[in-house]
């Protein structure tokens, strides 16, 4: 059972970078407009090879 | 499977070819009509405005337009404006932001956005147009941000390729409110992320404490569950908790009681007698239930605010379509256009037929008929000639007409109308929502309830005392309570706004659930607010000979007999002559046909004259110099509102009518809708509205008075109302004080906004009902002792879920009425 003074902290520091990733992408507008960029994909961007 | 590069333009040729082939417009794909087809051409257009469309993404090698399945399905409507007011300097002023680089960026509304070809297209605009950095469309909203750089090209340039690619482009007006919401949603969604990712594992933590009881856990490892629980929510309840804190205390302040004075409440008690417990290491703790509270709650909130904001932002965007331009006639007599808000006095305007005026002055040259109906309530326009003074806001429907404009901004008539309306609104008393007043009486039972608990404990067991008065507090955490009301709102206001109803705040909805006085507006609202041929009196067989002289006038009234005759076939009139202010004559079949006003007609035929409803402008009608027929002319009741108001009626309203328009005009529209003489005002000024709703709302404190109108005179009314409504098509003034804006023409959505209403109260009541059983059950359990932290993890979540779900089965606006 020891263990777990390793791995719950191991654990935690996990959820601290995965919350500081997403506190970092809500910070720069990733999430303000959630229907266009799911249209844009679609579109390839060959005209610019040309 | 890979297609190559060669495949894909093989394949946009097969796509461009197609259209072509089965005789679709190239660009938009629908019909060619048959006058615009060209026998020898590969690619036919239905429209001019279509085939520059095309030969513009040709010329720029953008013709993977065409590849896509889902195009535009409507021909390019180009408006063809030079939009030279967007390089004014107060134009810049009001929406150009310049950026720490140099560059220039604004956000424009685009006309005509509705799929993902268009995001390709509106993208593509840096392609086409040298000089624009980059353009982002937002499809939600149909904004593009457009950055450029100002010393390559000039925003009009770009304004130009947006309008002959079919999307015209207009200036947004909620700039500054639009980075301040941003803001706020910003930091909303980073505090339920953080109070999400706290809650779930804080319930692992708790899940481990839990399943101790069964197995026999270490203490050791209690202990250490115990400290990485109130690690993990300390701070959940400093950052994402900390709004529940702030609010509570400045409503503490206010001396007033809201929902998040309970939350607050149960909140701190929670932490403090856990974080005791820890270090004590006895005891309950209940971190797993206040970090899903905290999460929940504040779910809840951003749910609603999103349901408002995109009703308001619709709103917005409407308003955003209102003219920004004004023609500036120069003294060597050049045009240039500049934006409404640079308009001095001094200056000469140009104005064209069926344009609105952008400030007051005095009309210097041409005659015309002026329609002030969102001014002043007037159904007939008016006729305006060389000196008199025309008003802001008022339409020029006739023929083009100059102005010297004398008053503009700050100092016009609609500018002082605009600041009687912000004065109204904030007069207006700030509504209690149900769910806040219950607040009040809820903490004060909380309290002594919790006060009780201790008393009677103490002498019964006084190491339990404290443990169960502060179980107590916050097992009745009001948190489906709070919950219930935001969750049935927003889903109503989704659902509305799909019905074409925007709802700007939820406690329009709240108000609306109860009947009170309902106050309409005539013009516009009952009726069509456009000329029409109402009455018609004489034989069949003068119609066509009417219409065949008619036809060839662009006048207003001519407009409402071809449109009420659509079906009689004519044949063409010789020698016509229009006399300005009198009528129409000349030859048709033979006969010499005169068409006018009673005393054109009268001087040139005998005859006695029929009666028309005095309420309707009359035209007389004379064949061979004998008078045969008589028309009245004037604005037809919508179809749907006597069925309407009766429906109204039924549920509870009593209704009145309030008009600007003459008194003998708004009776007759009364009489035909169903409303008695009594409840029909006329001749109201903005400011008689006002006072008929103020006076309304002296009289009733209970029922709400809703005012619906869609002009400038009904402005300052809405704003005063318990409720304002807005109607469709009306001026831009009136939707921003509204609080719900109707987009369909007629009344039935009117109707099926009280229903919608009333529904929405009733489920809010359920949930309300729902959320204090559980609270009830809590509080029994905790006040006899038998409250467990694992009891008190498990009821909280179960009655927010069942409000959750209460909520989003309900049917508070379905689209059977629409």
């Not at chain 2, 041409?366 to 008016?382: A, M, N």
């Not at chain 2, 029909?680 to 006076?695: D, F, N, R, V």
């Amino acid at each position: 059972m020891s263990v777990l003074y390793i791995v719950l902290p191991l654990a935690l520091i996990v959820v601290a970078v995965a919350v500081a990733a997403f506190v970092w992408a809500t910070r720069h507008g990733q999430f303000d407009d959630l229907d266009t960029p799911a249209v844009r994909m679609l579109h390839d961007d060959a005209e610019r090879k040309r | 499977m890979a297609i190559s590069y060669a495949d894909s333009r093989a394949l946009a040729e097969v796509a461009r070819a197609r259209p072509s082939e089965r005789g679709g417009c190239v660009h938009c794909g629908l019909d060619v009509p048959p006058g615009m087809v060209e026998a020898d051409a590969i690619h036919q257009f239905c429209c001019g405005g279509c085939r520059t469309a095309y030969d513009i993404l040709h010329e720029h090698g953008l013709d993977r337009y065409y590849e896509f399945a889902e195009r535009r399905g409507a021909p390019v409507r180009f408006t063809g404006r030079g939009y030279e007011e967007f390089d004014h300097p107060t134009f810049r002023e009001l929406y150009v932001r310049t950026r720490a680089d140099g560059l220039a960026e604004v956000e424009l509304y685009l006309e005509g956005v509705h799929c993902a070809s268009c995001v390709w297209l509106v993208e593509r605009v840096p392609l086409v147009v040298a000089g624009v950095a980059s353009m982002e469309l937002e499809i939600r909203r149909s904004m593009a941000r457009v950055i450029w750089d100002p010393s390559a090209v000039t925003l009009s340039t770009i304004a130009r390729g947006l309008d002959s690619l079919g999307y015209p482009p207009h200036p947004f007006r909620g700039v500054a409110r639009d980075a301040v919401r941003r803001r706020e949603d910003r930091a909303m969604l980073v505090r339920i992320g953080v109070a999400g990712a706290i809650a779930v594992n804080t319930m692992l933590a708790a899940l481990a404490l839990y399943s101790s009881w069964f197995g026999g856990m270490e203490p050791e490892y209690q202990r250490f569950f115990r400290w990485i629980s109130f690690a993990l929510v300390t701070p959940a309840l400093l950052w994402p908790g900390r709004v529940f804190f702030t609010s509570a205390l400045a409503a503490l302040r206010a001396r007033t009681l809201h929902m998040d004075v309970p939350i607050a409440i149960a909140l701190v008690s929670g932490y403090v007698q856990g974080a005791i417990n820890t270090i004590r290491d006895s005891g309950p703790v209940y971190f797993d239930g206040l970090a899903m509270l905290t999460f929940l709650l504040l779910v809840g909130r951003y749910l609603q605010q999103r349901g408002q904001r995109a009703a308001a932002d619709s709103a917005e965007l409407l308003y955003s379509l209102t003219p920004s331009t004004a023609r500036v006639v120069g003294a060597d007599g050049s045009i240039r256009d500049v934006p409404p808000q640079a308009l001095m006095p001094g200056m000469i305007i140009d104005v064209r037929a069926g344009e609105s005026l952008g400030a007051d002055g005095v009309i210097v040259s041409g005659q015309t008929r002026i329609d002030s109906s969102l001014l002043t309530g007037e159904s007939r326009p008016g006729a305006a000639r060389e000196g008199e003074r025309v008003f802001a806001g008022t339409v020029n429907i006739a023929s083009p007409i100059r102005v010297r404009v004398d008053e503009s901004g700050e100092t016009s008539r609609v500018a002082k109308i605009m600041r009687q309306v912000e004065e109204s609104a904030r007069r207006r008393a700030p509504v209690v929502a149900t769910a806040n007043r219950i607040a009040g009486y809820f903490v004060a039972a909380v309290l002594a309830l919790a006060a009780a608990t201790f008393v009677a404990w103490w002498f019964v067991d006084s190491s339990r005392a404290v443990d169960n008065a502060i179980a107590l507090l916050i097992v009745t955490c009001p948190c489906a309570l709070a919950l219930s009301t935001p969750l049935a709102v927003s889903v109503a206001i989704g659902r509305a706004a799909r019905a074409g109803v925007f709802v700007k705040g939820g406690d329009a909805l709240e108000q609306l659930a109860t009947p009170g006085r309902l106050f309409l507006d005539k013009t516009g609202t009952i009726t069509e607010a456009r000329t029409a041929l109402v009455a018609w009196d004489g034989p069949q067989w003068v119609r066509p000979l009417t219409l065949a002289l008619e036809e060839g006038s662009s006048h207003p009234i001519a407009t409402a007999f071809r449109m009420a005759w659509l079906d009689v076939s004519t044949t063409a009139a010789r020698d016509s002559v229009h006399v300005n202010g009198g009528g129409i004559e000349g030859r048709v079949d033979g006969h010499h046909v005169v068409v006018g006003s009673p005393s054109f007609v009268h001087a040139r035929a005998r005859g006695a004259a029929r009666a028309i409803d005095p309420s309707l402008t009359p035209v007389l009608v004379a064949v061979d110099g004998e008078i045969v027929a008589a028309a009245g002319i004037g604005d037809p009741v919508r179809a749907d509102a006597p069925a309407s108001i009766a429906q109204l009626r039924a549920n509870g309203w009593t209704i009145s009518l309030l008009s600007g328009d003459a008194p003998s005009v708004v009776r007759t529209v009364g009489k035909e809708i169903g409303i008695a003489a009594e409840s029909c005002t006329g001749g109201a000024s903005p400011e008689a509205k006002l006072a008929t709703i103020e006076a309304a709302l002296a009289r009733g404190a209970v029922t709400p008075v809703v005012m619906v109108g869609d002009g400038i005179n009904d402005a300052a009314a809405i704003a005063a109302a318990s409720v304002g409504i807005g109607v469709h098509g009306g001026a831009e003034a009136c939707l921003a004080s509204a609080d719900i804006y109707l987009t369909r023409p007629g009344l039935s959505s009117l109707v099926q906004l009280t229903e919608g209403a009333t529904r929405t109260m009733r489920v809010i009541r359920r949930n309300l009902a729902f959320s204090l059983i559980y609270n009830l059950i809590g509080a029994a359990l905790a006040v006899s002792g038998h409250l467990t932290p694992l009891v008190a993890a498990l009821l909280m979540p179960a009655s927010s879920l069942t409000v959750v779900i209460a909520s989003w089965r309900a049917r508070t606006f379905d689209e059977r009425s629409t």
